[in-house]
């Protein structure tokens, strides 16, 4: 499995983790999500390289900004 991690701003809540989760998901190869609004940390797992620009399109959909990190 290949994971690639993102640095995301703006979480303060479980309910931003599941705003970002919902997004994420619909994102065609996504099996895994780790989402933390305490450490701005998500982690995306697929089988193979997920499309990053893709991930910060769903994350800014959410309403947050993400990067790679």
Known sequence: MSTTEFQ???MTCGHCEMSVREE???IPGVE???V???TGRLVVGSATAVDAD???AAVDEAG???VVS
């Open 24 to 26: 994420v998901e619909k």
């Open 36 to 38: 933390s609004a305490q």
């Open 32 to 34: 895994s999500i780790e």
């Open 54 to 56: 893709a991930v910060i």
């Open 64 to 66: 947050y900004r993400a």
């Open 8 to 10: 995301v701003s703006g």
